[in-house]
């Protein structure tokens, strides 16, 4: 079922009723989402105010929670510029291609519903519906395609501006998601290989157990953890975010690939900036720690509200992870940058996969699994032991020449 329709309803009315549902969860969604960004926006000034001793945001409205619709508003209203070197179209089209993945990746994530029987349905005007826009049955591989998607809107962003320094900009950030994507795929393959599908209902719904909601039964600890940490930093250098912002340029004194945009067009790149913080909490959430699981009890309209409540917490404590990434930790030097991503993490990532498909197989065939771990932490050490005298030998003979020149 893809996006909540059935081809197989004869009767109009109701596959009239369930399209309502449908276009009421994408408008509902989508400004949940708008009034989520402009609450991460006044969340991160505010925390990190704190963090340096100031006091944030205080002017507009309380506490300055309406700073953000000030700017944005500011924003729409000043002019849309346009250089002259520029190629019109790709310029307009970018901010688009940064903007829309990041808000069809969040219409697949579970946002709550009780999984307990495996349905994760709630009952909305005597209809029974799931609490996410759409489950396709790739749902995993269309996060990865919007992912790479998002690439093309940096690239062409600073390709179409006319201008050597956006062109940089794009072609650093452009190098950057791409090096961690690989990682980041590695890392969601071996969820898939322990849910066994590509649906992030039917993940949520395997990490529910078949008693109910278990911490045990999470992706976090039946992965190991290790493709977690894999995750959590690819996505953060994919996201650009700090301690991986070099795509921001500040070295140079300009923006990046986004130096030649303004007004409402710029806003835009800062929207899907802080969207997909929040679309990739909520992919986190729901990979690796069970979505909207939880402890129920009360009443039967608290169990329905429960599974929100508990999605929202654990969104939360990552949008503060994100927020404490940028306050406390200094910014990487891009060649520490190129090599933690292709020189650590992916082969990290593709070692612990074939460690991982391995157990299972011994599981299949009733071998004792415990007997592959030390086989396999050797293995890791040899090759790491290898890589690092592939390294040293090549800084040496780097050095050597330098002495020479």
Not at 204 to 220: F, L, P, T
Request: proline letters at 5%.
């Amino acid at each position: 079922m893809i996006f909540g329709l059935d081809p197989l309803y004869d009767d109009f009315s109701a596959w009239g009723t369930t399209l309502i549902l449908v276009v009421a969860k994408v408008l509902i969604v989508f400004a949940l989402l708008m009034v989520a960004v402009m609450f991460m926006i006044w969340f991160e000034r505010k925390q990190i105010a704190m963090m340096q001793n100031r006091m944030g945001p205080t002017v507009a409205g309380p506490k300055g929670l309406l700073q953000t619709l000030a700017d944005g508003v500011k924003l729409f209203f000043k002019e849309d510029l346009v250089p002259e070197n520029a190629d019109r179209k790709v310029f307009k089209l970018a901010p688009y291609l940064a903007l829309v993945p990041a808000f069809l990746t969040f219409t697949i994530i579970p946002l709550g519903g009780n999984f307990r029987d495996k349905a994760g349905n709630v009952k909305i005007a005597g209809h029974f519906t799931s609490l996410q826009v759409a489950d396709p049955p790739i749902g995993l591989l269309f996060f990865l395609a919007m992912s790479g998607v998002a690439v093309y809107g940096v690239m062409l962003a600073g390709w179409a501006s006319g201008s050597k320094y956006p062109l940089l900009g794009a072609v650093r950030a452009s190098a950057q998601m791409v090096s961690y994507e690989a990682a980041l795929g590695l890392a969601v393959a071996a969820v898939f290989l322990k849910s066994g599908s590509l649906s992030t209902h039917d993940i949520v719904a395997g990490q529910w157990g078949s008693g109910g909601w278990s911490i045990r039964d999470w992706n976090v600890l039946a992965t190991g953890f290790v493709p977690f940490v894999i995750f959590l930093i690819a996505g953060t250098a994919e996201l650009n975010r700090p301690p991986f912002d070099l795509v921001e340029a500040e070295q140079e004194l300009v923006g990046g690939f986004h130096t030649e945009y303004s007004s409402i067009r710029f806003a835009m790149f800062f929207l899907a900036e802080f969207m997909n913080v929040i679309t990739m909490s909520a992919i986190m959430v729901t990979l690796f720690f069970g979505g909207p699981s939880g402890f129920l009890f009360g009443p039967s309209w608290l169990k329905v509200i429960l599974p929100t409540f508990w999605f929202m917490a654990k969104l939360f404590c990552f949008l503060f992870a994100f927020v404490w990434f940028r306050g406390t930790l200094p910014r990487l030097r891009y060649d520490q940058l190129m090599d933690l991503g292709w020189k650590v993490l992916i082969p990290l990532a593709l070692f612990w996969f074939v460690m991982l498909g391995a157990m299972e197989v011994a599981a299949d065939n009733g071998w004792n699994r415990v007997a592959i771990v030390p086989i396999a932490i050797g293995v890791l050490l040899a090759g790491s032991a290898l890589l690092l005298g592939a390294n040293r030998s090549a800084r040496t003979a780097r050095e050597r020449d330098e002495v020479a020149v």
